[in-house]
Every structure is written in structure tokens, then in C-alpha cells.
């Protein structure tokens, strides 16, 4: 879906696949999908956000990571990229220092 707001111009995906699992009790790999919104400013640069869950592990029910990549330019042309993200906790658990932390870890190994 794409949408056009003056010079701000948003596109939004939604993609399922199999992602690679790296925490105990937990299967190899989890049905996964990613909901994106890129959204383009004119010249001043892009966001690309996303909200990840993940599905066939236990617990995460209670989560769902949300990120956001940011790309701007100066008035010099110079490009500065920022990454950032957040685990939105839906519901209480006694495992979420272990959650935090074993996403984290994940989350900047793909960078």
C-alpha cells in the first residue's frame, strides 16, 4: 500500500518466513513476520520501521520487537544512519529480563 502526503510518501509490506531461533527450549527456527513502513521525506532522507513477531516459541505471545532505521542527509550532503528498537512487552512475564536480553543480543548481531 502506498500513500502520498504532500512530499512525505509512505509504502507499507507485510512478509512471513522461517526465522532462525538461538534461545533454549525453543525450536531451530519459528514461523515469523515482519509489518513495514517505509516512509520517504523528498530529499531529507527515509524511516523504515518494523514490528516483528514470531510465532511457535514459547512466550512470545507476550512480546513483539518494534525497530526503526533512520537515513537523513545534511544541508552538506553528509548521510547519518540511526537504528533503534524496543520490545514492546503485551503481557507479564517472570522471563522478561531473559527476553530482553536474548533479543538484544540478536538484534545487534544483524548489524
Same mark, same amino acid.
Given at each position: 500500500?502506498? @500513500?502520498?502526503?504532500?512530499?512525505? #510518501?509512505e509504502t &507499507?509490506?507485510?512478509?512471513?518466513y522461517s526465522h532462525p531461533i538461538n534461545a533454549p527450549l525453543a525450536p531451530p527456527s519459528a514461523r515469523s513476520r515482519k509489518?513495514?513502513?517505509l516512509i520517504k521525506?523528498? @530529499?531529507?532522507?527515509?524511516?523504515? #520501521?518494523?514490528? &516483528?513477531?514470531?510465532?511457535?516459541?514459547?512466550?512470545?505471545?507476550c512480546f513483539y520487537v518494534k525497530d526503526r532505521i533512520v537515513v537523513a542527509f545534511d544541508q552538506n550532503k553528509k548521510t547519518k544512519?540511526?537504528?533503534y528498537f524496543d520490545i514492546r512487552?503485551?503481557?507479564?512475564?517472570?522471563l522478561r529480563?531473559?527476553?530482553?536480553?536474548?533479543?538484544k543480543s540478536?538484534?545487534?548481531?544483524?548489524f
Open positions: 500500500k502506498i @500513500t502520498q502526503l504532500g512530499s512525505k #510518501e &507499507t509490506r507485510t512478509m512471513e509489518e513495514q513502513t521525506f523528498s @530529499t531529507y532522507g527515509i524511516i523504515l #520501521e518494523t514490528e &516483528t513477531y514470531v510465532d511457535d516459541v514459547p512466550m512470545v505471545d544512519v540511526s537504528a512487552f503485551v503481557k507479564n512475564t517472570l529480563a531473559f527476553i530482553y536480553h536474548t533479543t540478536e538484534f545487534i548481531k544483524s
